[in-house]
């Protein structure tokens, strides 16, 4: 069965300071990976994606994300934080054996301080 | 460009009624997906429409259903509501195939009491 794991309920970083949000997951094919980021009573937000290829993505507001096989691992990363940046941020993943459906973990809140 | 949109945005209804939300994807998507999103957590996929037929279910009861039209728009449906169904609903919609992420409306809060 797929599943997402985000270990962290709260990151708690500086502005300026680089970022790290942790994701692993589970799957019994080849994953397809997301990040997502939600604002307060707003729907989520499609940030980027690993579906092949190179490790290292790139996606919107400067974050990146490294797919670890061998960890079954996501990190989302960003080397400067902003204070704009503070939001809850979700992992998930899909599995094409298990269909169309994607799956979301609990989600990590993001706090950068000024 | 528009972008995914839902209505309402705030509903209260009370134990054993029914409630439809409706959802409108983005321009060129055909594909809708809806989730339950309670407090404190993360989105939890109910089912996913496409060509007007149910194309996959989550785990949720038959209280859940519901409907794609034509123009792609789509509605969720819940009989018999329960206080556990207090959560916001996102609507999603996706691109035909190629391209794997999903566009969020501002979901619907719904409310029971």
């Known amino acids: 069965a797929q599943s997402v794991a985000q270990p962290e309920d709260q990151v708690n970083v500086a502005e300026g300071n680089p970022l790290t949000v942790k994701c692993t997951y589970s799957?019994?094919?080849?994953?397809?990976l997301f990040w997502y980021v939600q604002y307060p009573n707003r729907g989520l937000q499609f940030l980027l994606k690993y579906i092949t290829g190179d490790n290292l993505v790139k996606g919107s507001y400067g974050f990146e994300a490294e797919f670890n096989k061998s960890q079954t691992s996501f990190h989302l990363k960003k080397p400067s934080a902003l204070v704009s940046d503070s939001a809850l941020y979700f992992c998930a993943v899909r599995d094409l054996t298990g269909g169309f459906k994607t799956i979301f973990g609990a989600g990590t809140r993001l706090f950068v301080k000024a | 460009d528009a972008g995914v949109t839902q209505s309402p945005t705030h509903l209260i209804k009370t134990r054993g009624q029914q409630v439809t939300l409706r959802c409108s994807p983005k321009?060129?998507?055909?594909?809708v997906s809806w989730y339950q999103q309670a407090l404190g957590q993360g989105p939890q996929f109910i089912f996913q429409y496409y060509e007007e037929e149910e194309r996959q279910r989550g785990n949720f009861p038959d209280r859940f259903s519901g409907h794609q039209f034509p123009n792609y728009s789509s509605e969720l449906n819940v009989n018999a509501l329960l206080l556990g169904d207090s959560a916001l609903y996102l609507c999603?919609?996706?691109?035909?195939?190629?391209?794997?992420?999903?566009?969020f409306g501002p979901g619907t809060r719904l409310t029971v009491t």
């Open positions: 999603a919609s996706s691109r035909p195939s190629g391209s794997y992420e999903q566009y």
């Open positions: 321009s060129g998507h055909d594909t």
């Open positions: 799957v019994s094919g080849n994953p397809y």
